[in-house]
């Protein structure tokens, strides 16, 4: 009975509609018009919406890399103060020995100390000269005894000396300690702020380019934190996933796309493959943990133990990539090296391969981009240890650029923050040059068949 | 000698039985090369394989059980009563290395451990040596057999590509071999978890806090694993993450396929990949340093109380980073959509935004679901985001203005610093691990599903 109720309805709508039909459509009635053009209002605010949403993510580009930059850029720049400093015998080499080994030990800290003591004679108490020799940082001590070993002609004179500053007098020198607010609501009291002044005064206070964060280790002195350790940690990690990630990969893409059977072994692999790719990075740390670290007792925070993990990351960016390049080169290469008689070893390592590698190498290159920013599983391999030294081989505890941006961005201390920014600057640029020399070579090499 | 060391003798050994078995072939050829089964060159590898692989493999080997072989000489003969007691053990055996490793004379030991460190280095030196010893020797041994073995009418190209073919499918088996790696990692470390805390408890508890005395004598918490506040933390900041994401990619895919001019495009795009390319711990810093206190501040003026961990600022900074993730798996979805559809709306009168969201966009619906199941994996995955900008404190709560933690967070709090692999709450991290691999391996094969599904429906 419904059915036949639905029946009717249908027949009585398809009545209006070929009525509809046969009455000529006035175009230009002002229903339609209106229509139409709520229509077409539609279409402009539905391709607004599209426009909006890009410019929100190429909004929030931007915003990351200013605020990056502008905390950043400060760091590559550091405060130096002037001092005269006089390179007294009795405390450098009472016994006039000459001996590299005496000079090294003696206590250059004493003077410089002494220096900030003669330049502000009118401080007496003890707090107040602890905060005086905060002034210069304690690093200023080993470039001093560099120098003099350098040149031990020094001893006995007395030369104005650039020595670098402390890490808070280096923040009020950039601005980032504000010197009109409530003295207990900053770093520096009064008086030291008073200091500053008159160091500024007499023109006693640089900034210059700062080399040391390129070339020194790790530290808990901001002003003597360098990422050259971890610069070379991720260079030695990389290494190491490279040795290994780019031959298994490109071997085993060789034989999935050119001699694999069509099997249950090749299935599974390809599934594996796939999912390897989506793996949480997070689990190949906890992986590394436990098979590395604990079956195979490899050393903790080593980069070979990083660089291992890494592999089995990035094994799966280089076998879809060097599939994806093997199967685009044609078939009749292959067909013609056969025809000529090669065996399909020799077909794929004499001509296939070649004509695949550079879509081959722009894929490892993009999977050690990816590398070089991974954080998370390395975390779980110890590569987070405060490593000063810098590593000397694959076997040495080291970090890396991300876990040193990782590790500096937790620090308390205010010039850690533009030391994480200028790192992240450092890091971001090794990926942009990455990310070119793979948009060059595939822009170069690529080839349409 | 070090392993760097010990590799390059392995190669120049290779290198060198390739000349020879080169040389040899050549020789026996008289001169002319059609008196061989195979290339010269294909003999000198055939010699050069049999030189290096068995010494490799052999090294391989080694390394993965010379640390527990080791381990376990140093541990039969310390006292019974240290063997007993893990925590004792694991102690000692840190001060057994730091002795070997010519360290630890502040150390305040037992004659036993000083021994047994002394023990451990000459263990090691002798282990070092004999690894040398015998590895120099297995290759010196492929290459005089195979070097003998060689004749003018061997098969040596047959053989070399046997090996080759070998070696191909040992490498393609890495990566079954990586997944079999991480799920007997995670299950075996779980299964010992399980046996001090209850599974149901671990899956349905309510509470988390993983601090357990650390001495019998001390006074503190049992440690509660319920794992339900992770994921109700880990949920709520993906759910921000995606409310970002989707509307945002989804919208910028449409208008980068359907609408944007070839110039805008070739700009836009690559910009938009910018955003996939930067490293997570990069936006960790950025939320933590730059959204978060922005929240904050603006919160307070608006009379909102905004953690400065709030889980607002993590699910948005995840977004960004899902972004391009988004647009341009939902630009490969639609661009699949047959044309004659697109063509046949186009005929009927429609507009290009009626024919998107009445033609295109159902049909490409399946495969769009599957993309936004890809990066919720994904964003259940992440680490450093949260780690730098989410708190610790496992609350459960939905407010996004309040501090949640997450699954990555707490494994990886759990697993940085000391660990003690007899603790419920070192082990506790592999079962998250275990969790969160199952988790995102389920969502991944499902939305990898869909999307095929949806692909073979317009191939």
């Known amino acids: ?159 104005t000396i650039w020595l670098i500053s402390g890490d808070d007098f280096d923040m009020l020198n950039k601005g980032y300690i504000d010197p009109t607010v409530d003295e207990g609501d900053r770093r520096l009291n009064d008086k030291e702020v008073a200091w500053y002044n008159e160091l500024v005064a007499d ?55 050119e001699f694999a059977p069509k099997n249950r072994f090749t299935q599974i692999v390809e599934v594996n493959i796939n999912n390897l790719a989506a793996v949480p990075s997070i689990v190949f740390g906890l992986l590394g943990l436990e098979v590395y670290l604990n079956v195979m007792h490899l050393p903790r925070s080593a980069p070979v133990v990083g660089g291992l993990t890494l592999a089995l990351m990035t094994l799966p960016t280089i076998i879809i990539a060097s599939r994806a390049a093997i199967k685009a080169v044609p078939p009749s290469i292959r067909q013609a090296a056969l025809g000529l008689g090669a065996s399909p070893v020799q077909t794929v390592t004499h001509h296939v391969l070649p004509l695949a590698m550079p879509g081959i190498l722009t894929g490892t290159i993009i999977g050690m981009a990816q590398a070089l920013g991974e954080t998370a599983p390395l975390l779980m391999i110890g590569m987070v240890a405060f490593i000063v030294d810098i590593p000397g081989g694959a076997l040495d505890p080291a970090t890396v650029l991300p876990v040193q941006i990782y590790l500096w961005a937790d620090s308390p201390e205010r010039a850690f923050v533009e030391k994480t920014s200028a790192a992240i600057m450092v890091l971001l640029a090794f990926l942009v040059l990455m990310n070119g020399l793979a948009v060059y070579l595939r822009k170069k090499f690529e080839r349409k068949w | ?50 030189c290096g692989l068995p010494a490799l493999f052999l090294l391989l080997i080694w390394y993965m059980f ?57 263990l090691q030196t002798i282990a070092n040596a004999a690894l040398v010893v015998v590895m120099l020797s297995v290759a010196l041994a492929g290459l005089v057999l195979s070097y003998r073995r060689i004749e003018a009418d061997m098969r040596a190209r047959n053989n070399v590509e046997r090996i080759s073919r070998a070696i191909m499918i040992v490498c393609s088996a890495i990566a079954i071999l990586s997944t079999v790696g991480i ?14 805390i209850n599974p149901l408890d671990f899956l349905f508890g309510l509470e988390w806090s993983p601090q357990t005395a650390i001495r019998a004598d001390q006074v503190a918490s049992e440690g509660a694993f319920g794992m339900i506040p992770l994921f109700v933390g880990t949920l709520l900041i993906t759910l921000i993450a995606m409310c970002v994401a989707v509307p945002v990619g989804l919208f910028s895919a449409i208008y980068m396929g359907e609408y944007a001019a070839p110039k805008f495009r070739a700009v836009a795009k690559p910009a938009l990949e910018i955003l996939a390319g930067v490293p997570t711990v990069v936006y960790g810093f950025f939320a933590a340093l730059t959204v978060a206190p922005f929240l904050r501040d603006n919160g307070a003026i608006l009379g909102l109380d905004v953690s400065s961990e709030s889980a607002l600022a993590a699910g948005l900074v995840m977004g960004i980073m899902i972004i391009p993730f988004v647009s341009s798996l939902s630009d490969d979805v639609m661009s699949q959509v047959p044309k004659s559809l697109r063509d046949g709306s186009y005929a009927l009168g429609a507009t290009k935004s009626e024919t998107i969201r009445q033609v295109i966009f159902p049909a490409a619906l399946p495969g769009i679901v599957g993309a936004v199941l890809l990066a919720v994996s994904r964003a259940i995955g992440e680490t450093m985001i949260v780690v730098m900008a989410a708190g610790l404190a496992a609350n459960m709560t939905v407010n996004p203005l309040q501090a949640v933690t997450t699954v990555t967070v707490q494994i990886v709090t759990l697993l940085v610093g000391d660990q003690e692999f007899d603790s419920a709450k070192t082990l506790s991290a592999f079962a998250l691990g275990l969790v969160l691999f199952l988790v995102t391996l389920g969502l991944n094969v499902f939305a990898l599903k869909v999307v095929q599904k949806y692909r073979e429906k317009y191939d």
């Open chain 2, 1 to 50: 000698m070090s392993l760097s060391f010990l590799l390059l003798a392995v190669a120049a050994l290779c290198a060198l039985s390739f000349y020879f078995g080169r040389q040899r072939a050549v020789a026996l050829s008289g001169g002319r090369h059609s008196n061989l089964h195979s290339l010269p060159v294909h003999y000198g590898a055939y010699t050069a394989a049999w």
């Open chain 2, 183 to 196: 799920v007997f990692s995670l299950m075996f470390e779980t299964l010992h978890f399980f046996s001090k």
């Open chain 1, 203 to 257: 023109g006693a206070v640089e900034k210059q380019f700062h080399t040391r964060f390129f070339t020194s280790g790790d530290s808990r002195e901001p002003e003597l934190a360098g990422i050259w350790g971890a610069a070379v940690g991720s260079f030695y990690t990389l290494l190491v996933t490279l040795a290994l990630s780019f031959p298994i990969g490109v071997l085993a893409a060789i034989y999935l796309e």
């Open chain 2, 66 to 122: 010379q640390g527990s072989v080791i381990e376990a000489l140093i541990v039969s003969d310390l006292p019974q009563e240290v063997i007993g007691d893990s925590g004792r053990l694991s102690l000692a055996l840190n001060s057994i290395s730091q002795i070997a490793a010519g360290g630890g004379e502040h150390l305040t030991v037992s004659p036993e451990i000083v021994d047994a460190g002394r023990r451990l280095a000459n």
């Open chain 1, 1 to 159: 009975m419904t059915d036949m109720a639905s029946l009717m309805e249908d027949r009585a709508a398809a009545k209006v509609i070929s009525d509809n039909l046969r009455k000529p459509v006035d175009w230009d009635s002002p229903k339609i018009t209106r229509n139409i053009k709520k229509r077409y209002a539609a279409e402009r605010r539905f391709k607004s919406y599209g426009l909006v949403a890009i410019c929100l993510a190429l909004l929030a580009l931007c915003t990351l890399a200013l605020s990056i930059g502008s905390k950043g850029y400060s760091a590559f720049y550091q405060t130096y103060v002037q001092l005269e400093v006089t390179f007294d015998p009795a405390v450098i080499d009472p016994e006039r020995t000459g001996d590299p080994d005496v000079i090294g030990r003696a206590n250059f800290d004493g003077l410089i100390k002494q220096a900030l003591r003669d330049r502000f004679p009118d401080v007496t108490s003890r707090s107040d000269k602890r905060d005086l020799y905060g002034i210069v940082s304690g690093g200023a001590s080993y470039d001093l005894r560099e120098r003099v070993l350098e040149n031990p002609s020094l001893i006995g004179q007395t030369r």
